[in-house]
DNA sequence: CTGAAAGCGCTTACAG
DNA sequence: CTGAAAGCGCTTACAG
């Protein structure tokens, strides 16, 4: 059974004991030059490299993160997973990635990052319920929403200033002579679309305006499918606040379907500032969120509760950026 | 040091030896219904989760899948990733994730992977030096290179029918009476953008016509700095084949910008049917890979070579499907 | 600084 | 079918 090399292996040719041969792999343990030496020989001659089950079996503790995504479709989540990858890659720690279907995690879904006893876990774009992420305080597990914020919960949570960010952008629809707007909503249950709109409905009502609320779902084909619903059956706003930059581009292609002229028959305001929101065909007018700021929050904690766990709750938030194109 | 429940734990509560304990865990292995009845009840009580470590450990097998990308920038790569994530989770697998920049994957990024000795690996649109790969091999770790074939080697790969997919692509611009085409690039060094080219190529020689070739990068912002570049020195083409869809759309948003119509004065056709090929804005023509089947075949190889290593080598084709929309 | 030894939590021949 | 015991490859007190 035994087909790989290991530390007694590299031991007996270094003429060592296999402590010795532990302690040179092993960071912080001290071992003298000569030693070091020797192993570092004996081992490249026999292709030595360290078993990490051996190690986590017995540390109780590894070097990987769980990051939980859902709808990769929204070309945000590629990069947020890209530097969330890059940025624990710096630390020495692996993404064990895992992909949900539903807005709220299932027990299944997680039930591989316990069992893999991870160090620490990402949840992006999803929520789950109140009793599985106190498992992974049970397990002394830190845990992260990102980009959600848990109503009620005691879990940290980074998130981009939602809030200020709704009411810098009704205020810029306002200075700009919009007077009736209209908030095109992505899933209703998930803060980030709450509190987006409710910052942008608190300042339209201190103006003593109004604005048309619509439901969709952060899709394209949502965006697309409501504007084209609305623009058969009413008035189109003057202004559409959208809840992210994907279902703004939904709601520009209907527009253009239907030729209305943006920004000048219609304004429209999406959030994110993915990729795509600078290319000729759109050049939106968005809020970027500060995604590195954001992925650096996230590590920072999670590294800092890997090494002394507090369990802190506290909801961060990271600074975006209003981006003005063409749209507005 | 000992914080988790144990089988050992588990054992002495339901009053049987810790050996039946981990056959009731281990499948294939015989236990009674009584004693089963008797550990899982125990389990349940005490929240006793299998140790996976530990099970490595001596079992020398992982159920980490390693997935390696490169350019999550395409909107296919997330497809492949949900896909393969998805796919893999119906047999116990997990996906360890690593992105990596380069187009040769390094040593270091794959450093992880032989540490925690995954049970297979899938390289999606990457390539790697032989010897690096040969390590794999050395380990019997079964891999697959994942939209990408490397020349000269002996590893399973596992493409779409680029070739003919070129030739058929050509075969029907050709009947619609195309005369003078031309073909966008990919990254050069791709067998996927060579392939495409060669077969495109191979047709438009039998009917004695000729392309010209542009060179470029895969990225949107490649199709569209290429197609400027060629609008301000030569004449437009009539149709033009680019290697992939993302590409493409930059194309279009080119030759929008300088108000060329298309299909009217200049044909596109791209490759992939990326969800955003089908958006208003674009109606793209292009070529579908068949990432559900591709990815199947690259699963149900290394499912089987996981449990009976050979090492095989086969370039595995399969066809796509040519989709017609608005822009030829 | 170094080595011998215990032990992490499992799987797996081996007896019974 | 079940239990006692060996052992996977490490880390880590404990002596020296």
Chains 1, 2 share one sequence.
């Not at 893999?116 to 999803?126: P, Q």
């Not at 201190?206 to 409501?226: I, P, R, V, W």
């Not at 500032?273 to 968005?286: D, F």
Request: a negative charge; glycine letters at 6%; proline letters at 2%.
């Amino acid at each position: 059974m035994k087909s790989t090399i290991n530390a007694k292996d590299v031991a007996k040719l270094a003429g060592v004991s296999q402590s010795s041969v532990s302690r040179v792999y092993f960071e912080g343990a001290k071992v003298s030059k000569k030693t070091r030496q020797k192993v570092l020989a004996a081992a490249e001659e026999l292709g030595y490299r360290p078993n990490e089950f051996a190690r986590s079996l017995i540390t109780n503790r590894t070097k990987i993160i769980g990051l939980v995504m859902k709808g990769v479709q929204n070309p945000f989540y590629p990069q947020v997973l890209t530097q969330f990858t890059a940025s624990f890659k710096k630390f020495g720690y692996s993404i064990l990635f895992v992909h949900t279907n539903s807005d709220e995690i299932q027990t299944e879904d997680i039930e591989t990052l316990l069992n893999y006893n991870v160090a620490g876990v990402v949840i992006t774009d999803a929520t789950m319920s109140l009793n599985v992420a106190e498992s992974f305080r049970a397990n002394q597990i830190p845990l992260v929403f990102f980009n959600r914020k848990l109503s009620r919960s005691n879990f940290y949570s980074v998130c981009c200033n939602n809030l200020s960010a709704g009411r810098a952008i009704a205020e810029y629809l306002i200075a700009k002579g919009s007077k009736d707007m209209a908030y095109i909503s992505g899933n209703e249950n998930t803060s980030t679309s709450q509190e987006r709109e409710e910052g942008f409905s608190e300042v339209v009502t201190q103006h003593n305006l109004n604005f048309k609320k619509y439901s969709s779902d952060y899709t394209y084909e949502g965006g697309y499918k409501t504007t084209l619903a609305i623009m058969e059956e009413e008035a189109l706003p003057s202004a559409f606040f959208v809840a992210n930059d994907i279902m703004a581009l939904g709601v520009m292609d209907a527009l253009r379907k239907k030729e209305i002229q943006v920004p000048a028959q219609v304004k429209v305001i999406g959030f994110d500032n993915i990729g795509m929101s600078s290319w000729p065909a759109y050049e939106l007018t968005t809020w970027e969120q500060p995604i590195e700021k954001m992925v650096e929050e996230t590590v920072t904690y999670l590294l800092a509760e890997m090494i002394d766990y507090t369990g802190t709750a506290e909801a961060v938030e990271v600074d975006g950026v209003f981006v003005e194109r063409k749209t507005t």
